[in-house]
């Protein structure tokens, strides 16, 4: 649909279409990737901080001192290697803005996070997507060549691959002139606590930019808290966007949540631990009722259910109240991503699997 006062851009934009958020009634919600466990105790008690009432008098922290400072401590950076957005959707706004506008197409893979074209729409950049091999896993030496850079989650979504360290060092190496940005959404599902995180390439490539996400690793979706960790230069180029575009602040109770929750290493490991068990277990359970299920290093599974139509299953799990995600992509038409939620929420995916799979004979 076009109107006649829209800037032409927006005529063709084809907007980011989230998973359904529906409201009022019980459902078992394995569509959005949340953390089916609470956030840290530490957000409780930090909520019922008389100084956060107080705090609220003022107008917040523009720079976010304290929380960049609580995110540099705990990953080894320095304060100003940190950058911090409404929600790692902003900082990837930002990101996009700041390094991926020039004459070449930025990379990214065909099967991906789906805001990535829309921000290209938006920002008018080109872009080009080498396709993910047969089993889903990206090929990187098809990042090679002229570029405005390469963006891409590790792991991956909504396939749930991991990259090797190695393979992200050969990307690096492959686009040494442009920013490469490993969105690390999931990264915390990955294996042992942060094990393949890229933030600890960052002091030997200039061009790297991490970025991470309260949303699901710490159960803080509805906070809204991502950040960007690089090299100084890469920062201060965000900063930049942020500041020309004058783009809120992170308000002042989402600042100091977001320090009680960075410092709970505890939990976090705790609360990601659960939630790998519960995956490799009903990875399992699936693979036994014949589907075929991507091996996931994240905090969902990407799953063809055998000679049932995905669709179908999909709409038939919706009418038992259970939501999970299907795509509208041809390569994805065969293939359901289930969250993963508590052990209770899985048992009753599998159990109503396994009865529309009787059902239908
Ligand atoms: N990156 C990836 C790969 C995602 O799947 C998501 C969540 N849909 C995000 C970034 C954005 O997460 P948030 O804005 O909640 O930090």
Redesign the pocket.
Known sequence: MSNPFWSPALAGLEPYVPGEQPRGRKLIKLN??ENPYPPSPRIREALADPALVQALRRYPDPESADLCAAIATQYGVESDQVFVGN????V?AHSFYSFFRHDEPLLFPDIT?S?YPVYCQLYGIDYRTPALRDDFSIAVEDYAGPAAGAIL?NPN?PSGRCLSLDEIEKLLQLQPERVVAI?E??IAFSGERGGDSAISLIDRYPNLLVIQ?L?KSHAL?GL?L?FALGQKHLIEGLNRTKNSFNSYPIDSVAQRLAVAAIGDGGHLAESCNRVVATRERVAAALAELDFEVVPSRANFLLASPGTMDAEALYLALRERDILVRHFNKPRLAGYLRISIGTDEEMDQLLAAVREIQTAQG
Request: no cysteine.
């Open positions: 959005t990737n929600g790692s959707d902003e990837l996070y805001f989650p979504a969105d959404a999931y996400t949303s979706a809204r991502g």
